[in-house]
């Protein structure tokens, strides 16, 4: 079956970076379009950036443009998602998803497989 292992993710302070890895076994992964969604304690579930599976098409958040960099390696199985100038706001567990279409998917409900997700803590 189709797995998801993220990595990457620590505590950092405003104005770092940091880069997050999302690993998909068990399928070929370039059948698949990825997305990056984050949750922060109390808040709904969000979009951060997707990507289609031939990598030429992406849909970031507003939250993230400019700042977050979402890129995909098909003969590695791996998603990337560099976030750069960090900021409070963006202390979430971010968790990559994958559904075999060709396009990027905004929509959460609408993934088939989701990872276990990794903590990202920016402090002030």
């Known amino acids: 079956q189709v797995r998801l292992v993220e990595s990457g993710g620590g505590l950092v302070q405003g104005g770092d970076s940091l880069r997050l890895s999302c690993v998909l076994s068990?399928?070929?992964?370039?059948?698949?379009?990825m997305g990056w969604f984050r949750q922060a304690p109390g808040k709904v579930r969000e979009l951060v950036v997707a990507i289609s599976r031939s990598n030429n098409i992406t849909h970031y958040a507003d939250s993230v443009k400019g700042r977050f960099t979402i890129s995909r390696d098909n003969a590695k199985n791996t998603v990337y998602l560099q976030m750069n100038s960090l900021e409070p706001e963006d202390t979430a567990v971010y968790t990559c998803?994958?559904?075999?279409?060709?396009?990027?998917?905004?929509?959460?409900?609408?993934?088939?497989?989701w990872g276990q997700g990794t903590q990202v803590t920016v402090s002030s």
């Open positions: 068990g399928s070929t992964f370039s059948n698949y379009a």
């Open positions: 998803a994958a559904k075999a279409v060709r396009i990027p998917i905004a929509i959460a409900e609408l993934y088939d497989f």
